[in-house]
């Protein structure tokens, strides 16, 4: 279903971002980080590109 109905994939991704954020103790940035990857060495550098990539809009 996910890779067949492009809006709910969209709302899935948006359910475990808030998850993670929320996980996080309502972090946005780490809840970023956590929606990829709790260990450290693959979290920052994921939270480095989305910032990063943010701050083109």
Same mark, same amino acid.
């Given at each position: 279903?996910?890779? /067949?109905?492009f809006?709910f !994939? +969209? %709302? #899935? $991704? #948006? @359910? &475990?971002? %808030? @998850?993670? &954020?929320n /996980? #996080?103790g $309502? !972090? *946005?940035?780490? $809840? +970023?980080g956590?929606?990829h990857s709790?260990?450290p =060495?693959?979290k @920052?550098? @994921? &939270?480095q590109?989305v910032? =990063?990539? !943010? /701050? =083109? *809009?």
């Open positions: 279903m996910l890779t /067949q109905d809006c !994939s +969209v %709302r #899935a $991704g #948006a @359910y &475990i971002l %808030r @998850y993670e &954020i /996980q #996080a $309502g !972090s *946005f940035w780490d $809840g +970023v956590h929606y709790r260990t =060495k693959f @920052y550098p @994921y &939270i590109r910032y =990063k990539n !943010s /701050q =083109k *809009f």
